[in-house]
């Protein structure tokens, strides 16, 4: 590996590293969020909200991900509305992500005994504060295994950003790589700069996983 490529574009490529770390947070929050809600419609009684949630899961869970992004940046402008192409890339990872995180957490609530919901009601407990406050925390606990892989593949999906210049790390590696010429070198550092991401996110999710089973 030639070093002195790094150190001669350190610049953009920190830049491009620190605009994928922002993208990635923001996504992983939106998604969590909106993957949350839509999991508990999913399972509510409510016939519409019910059906909402399924065709929400259905149609961004089976489109490519490039075609969500291309909603946002390309579609929304014939409405009126125009974003910069990290604004639609984020929203595109979030939106798209949360398809599976809802499918994930489903799962979790679905494994949590019925009993916990009837106990929780019959102490006078709201549906949705039995959700929010008894169900949820631990239906996400048994499903952080899935949830860290998605979180991860968030961050890797991140990608798509420099496609849509959204200035992320592979959007300034495409730079660097059209200037220097030096492909390999290049992709090669980007490739590591993602490692640095994604390497304590599994390692973090393996030592969560275990403490909570010790806890358990």
Known sequence: MDFSLLSDNIGLFMQGFMNTIWASLLGLAGSFILGTIIA??????????????????????????????????????????TLSGFASGTMGLAVYTSSFIAEAIRAGIMAVPKGQTEAA??????????????????????????????FINLVKNSSILSIVAGFDLMYYGDIVATETFDTINTYLFVALFYLIITLPLSYGSRVLERKLARHD
């Open 121 to 150: 009601r019959s102490s006078g407990l709201t549906y949705v504060q039995t959700m929010f406050y008894v169900i949820l925390p631990q239906a996400i606990k048994l499903v952080i295994p899935p949830l860290s892989n998605q």
């Open 40 to 81: 508990v419609f999913r399972m509510t009684r409510s016939r519409p909200l019910v059906w909402f949630g399924t065709a929400y899961v259905e149609f961004f869970r089976n489109i490519p991900l490039l075609l969500v992004v291309f909603l946002f940046y390309l579609g929304l402008p014939s409405l009126g509305i």
